[in-house]
């Protein structure tokens, strides 16, 4: 896969579909990297004539992982005394950086999780470089909004895995305990998913701090507010990890967004829902300003 120098750091990404169609950047969650984001989503995408992107954040998958920030101190981070080796706006600026490297000017914007809480922040202090903005099972800020359930904290809070093969252990028990009842648990299927995650890249302190910089995070409710962007909201009506009523707030906030929640659905993107949800992205980039195509480029 090719790698892009952006922000002060190497990114990793992956581009499907035609360079000259409007961009979607697609934004993963904690610890995940750009393969979350399933090939035949992102082939579906790209097939209603979109130029689909993908990349693994910072301190994740094969992108700079940041060795000198030393371990998160999650002790103090859980105390409410988080510190940060970096913030979720430095995220959203290796984002932007990322598309200025591609000579993008702008994009339609979708993040999950903790890629909607950066979603929002590109579309917050970078609105110049953002069509329309998809959050997904996310919400305005994990200190001020509606807690996981006993379930989703300790997917969450779990210890860190020791070895790959415990990483692939803890990564199946973590996908069993978020999906929701709408889709029963593939354990074949998940095993693969995450064998393959740590073929590719075994790196658990970086997904310490990129929590770290989500409770660290302020607010974003009223910087919400003034978005004046194409906004949808989606989330699962099963979310153990952030819960639904997040996702609302959200919806709330940012003017005329679009909220579309899904019966059975968890903290997950299952397949079942892809029409529905690509559907719905398609619909609200459609009410973006039009975007020129950028300066042609190889990958």
Not at 144 to 166: C, D, F, I, Q, Y
Not at 183 to 209: H, L, M, N, Q, S
Not at 230 to 246: A, C, F, K, Q, S
Request: aromatic content about 4%; charged content about 25%.
């Amino acid at each position: 896969m090719p790698r892009a120098r952006a922000n002060g750091i190497d990114i990793e990404y992956e581009a499907t579909g035609n360079p000259i169609d409007p961009p979607i950047l697609l934004v993963t969650g904690l610890g995940a990297q750009l393969i979350t984001w399933d090939d035949d989503f992102c082939a579906q995408l790209a097939g209603r004539a979109f130029h689909v992107i993908r990349f693994d954040n910072r301190d994740a998958g094969l992108s700079t992982h940041l060795d000198g920030a030393g371990p998160p101190d999650m002790g103090a981070a859980l105390a409410g005394n988080p510190k940060p080796a970096y913030r979720l706006d430095d995220m959203a600026a290796d984002s932007v950086g990322l598309l200025d490297a591609l000579g993008i000017d702008a994009a339609h914007i979708v993040g999950a999780s903790m890629g909607g809480f950066i979603a929002q922040l590109i579309a917050i202090n970078h609105a110049e470089h953002t069509l329309s903005l998809t959050s997904i099972m996310s919400g305005p800020s994990w200190r001020e909004g509606v807690p996981p359930t006993p379930e989703g904290s300790a997917v969450l809070l779990a210890r860190p895995a020791s070895s790959p093969e415990e990483s692939i252990e803890l990564s199946m028990w973590g996908r069993s305990e978020l999906v929701g009842s709408g889709d029963p648990f593939d354990e074949a299927v998940e095993r693969a998913k995450a064998e393959r995650a740590v073929r590719r890249a075994y790196y658990p302190v970086g997904a310490g701090r990129q929590l770290v910089a989500i409770l660290a995070a302020d607010d974003r409710l009223e910087r919400l507010r003034a978005l004046r962007v194409p906004t949808l909201v989606i989330h699962g009506d099963e979310d153990v990890l952030v819960p639904i009523e997040n996702g609302r707030r959200v919806a709330a906030a940012v003017p005329e967004a679009r909220m579309l929640e899904l019966e059975g659905m968890g903290h997950d993107l299952p397949r079942r829902v892809w029409p529905r949800v690509i559907d719905a992205i398609v619909e609200t980039a459609a009410k973006a300003s039009p975007v020129q195509p950028g300066a042609a480029w190889l990958c």
